[in-house]
């Protein structure tokens, strides 16, 4: 990650920890970043946006997601992710789908030819008015189970062309949310 992608995502970082109601909770998580403990922030985050109650704002929602996923807490945080409480006008537009709970489907019906094709795409976040979703890629293991980590992120819908975004690209998780976001079709 460059220094520029570092202090762009520290804003967002500072943002999410906004949304805690307790300054003692807020100055805890900006200073696991700080520190740089962000797996400990993230759950220090999560767990606390839970114990308050409070609707989260999707898009605030799919930030924590992308975040999660950004450290390598996904797998541990993506449950309790998606089962904050919305809050705001905008919700139901952005919807973060935890693992297991919509069916994964080959790469290669999306995107034939492509090196990812022979990848399985995961639903991540929806966008429920034009029906693009933000899938993570992610290899087949010799024993069955998905990769642990991510090969890439597709942004793929109806009549639309995928956009992929492969892991190594410098921001990549953060491109996906923001070209899922940027649909012309969407309100």
């Known amino acids: 990650m460059s220094a520029r992608e570092y202090a762009a995502e520290a804003v967002v ?12 909770d807020r100055e805890e998580v900006r200073t696991c970043w700080d520190i740089g403990e962000q797996e400990a922030g993230l759950e220090v985050l999560v767990d606390r946006l ?8 999707e898009s605030a929602r799919a930030e924590l997601a992308v975040m999660a996923e950004q450290w390598g807490e996904w797998d541990w945080l993506g ?7 919305g809050a705001g006008e905008e919700a139901g537009r952005l919807r973060v789908v935890p ?3 919509e069916e994964t489907r080959p790469a290669g019906f999306v995107l034939p030819g492509h090196p ?3 990848t399985v795409l995961v639903p991540w976040i929806a966008c429920a008015p ?4 933000l899938a993570r890629s992610h290899r087949r ?6 990769s642990f980590l991510a090969e890439g992120y597709v ?3 109806p009549e639309r062309a995928p956009a992929v975004f492969p892991r190594d690209m410098p921001g990549a998780c953060w491109a996906a949310l923001d070209a899922l976001r940027d649909g012309d079709d969407c309100p």
């Open 13 to 24: 970082w500072s943002r999410l920890a906004g949304l805690l109601s307790a300054p003692g």
């Open 50 to 57: 839970l114990g308050q109650g409070t609707g989260v704002e």
């Open 99 to 101: 693992d297991g709970a």
């Open 141 to 146: 293991e010799e024993w069955g189970a998905l």
């Open 79 to 85: 449950a309790r992710i998606a089962a904050l409480p």
């Open 116 to 118: 990812l094709a022979a």
């Open 155 to 157: 942004v793929f819908g």
């Open 130 to 133: 034009c029906g693009r979703v």
